[in-house]
């Protein structure tokens, strides 16, 4: 299950980002807006990091992080 957050305050780039990772098989169970930030990082909050390196690949940058 992924969660997309969009911290860059231009609208709409998690819906985008929600696109690309459902058009990978991957299963975005919620998006919206986060805090400000300056780059994308893919959070592991459980489970196996192999996931978050799915997200990352499929978006084609971040870097990965256990949480």
Do not use: C, F, I, K
């Amino acid at each position: 299950m992924v969660e997309v957050l969009n911290g860059s305050g231009r609208p709409g780039l998690a819906r985008v980002a929600t696109r690309v990772l459902r058009s990978q098989g991957l299963d975005v169970v919620y998006l919206g807006n986060g805090p400000a930030v300056d780059s994308t990082t893919v959070y592991v909050r459980r489970g196996d990091e192999d996931a978050g390196t799915r997200v990352r690949r499929a978006l084609a940058q971040g870097r990965l992080t256990s949480a």
